[in-house]
């Protein structure tokens, strides 16, 4: 049991959020979880115990008060998870100036502004964990915005662990590729694209929201503090692999 671990989870009631929730309140871990939508957090919090915190997780003034209200109710925070997120397949010249600042604010903008709060709350250490793609470490058709928005949390990420491990406060990445959540779901309801995408994961499946919960908690979990600066793929396999046939 982990019950010295106070974790803020921003983007909590999406599928790899609530896997991460999940994963805390089994280990016995205080969580908070922040979001926009109250019947959401209220779900989740019935389910694990969690303080649920209303607010907009794209702006800094909302954030940093959930880190400030976390901290009060659940004492100094340890760790901090950003599983707030969208996804746009386009290719960049069918993408709308909306669409692209939309995709920027709920994946780049709300993690810096997960890391702008953490750097003014948790002044005694811990880990931050911000969730980026696999389409940000290869190039991958018809990702454009995401992959520039998600590049820019792995560049976030690597920055501001130079800037804060003085303090011992680590961040790192975990980099899905395509995972059975709602937000993959207008993908996998078509056959031939759910396909598509299985066929591009060395390991012949896809990812499910637990997958990449362990590899989160993983990286929460004090034992592993000489780990920062990393960006963990989480993704069959896609990234880096490819396979011609069975062997």
């Given at each position: 049991m982990q019950s010295n671990w106070n974790v803020i989870v921003v983007g909590a009631y999406g599928g790899i959020g609530r896997a991460v929730c999940e994963r805390l309140h089994s280990a016995g871990a205080h969580v908070a979880v922040f979001g926009r939508d109250q019947e959401q957090l209220a779900s989740l919090a019935r389910a694990t115990g969690a303080l649920p915190v209303v607010g907009d997780a794209s702006r800094f003034?909302?954030?940093?008060?959930?880190?400030?209200?976390a901290t009060a109710e659940l004492g100094p925070l340890t760790g901090a998870v950003n599983c707030a997120g969208s996804l746009l397949l386009k290719p960049a010249h069918l993408t709308t100036e909306a669409e692209y600042a939309s995709?920027?604010?709920?994946?780049?903008?709300?993690?810096?502004?997960?890391?702008?709060?953490?750097?003014?709350?948790?002044?005694?250490g811990g880990s931050v964990v911000l969730v980026s793609t696999a389409a940000a470490r290869t190039g991958i058709a018809n990702h454009e915005a995401?992959?520039?928005?998600?590049?820019?949390?792995?560049?976030?990420?690597?920055?501001?662990?130079?800037?804060?491990?003085s303090r011992g406060l680590r961040f790192n990445c975990v980099a899905p590729g395509l995972?059975?959540?709602?937000?993959a779901a207008k993908i996998l309801a078509n056959e031939a694209s759910e396909k598509a995408s299985l066929a591009m994961h060395a390991l012949g499946r896809l990812g499910a929201p637990d997958d990449v919960a362990r590899a989160i908690f993983w990286l929460l979990d004090p034992a592993n503090d000489w780990v920062t600066g990393q960006v963990l793929g989480v993704d069959g396999g896609l990234a880096n692999v490819r396979v011609r046939a069975k062997v």
């Open positions: 003034a909302e954030m940093d008060a959930a880190f400030e209200r995709t920027v604010l709920a994946n780049l903008t709300t993690a810096f502004a997960l890391c702008h709060a953490a750097g003014k709350t948790m002044t005694d995401i992959a520039a928005a998600k590049g820019g949390v792995q560049g976030l990420m690597l920055s501001a662990a130079a800037t804060y491990a995972t059975r959540t709602p937000l």
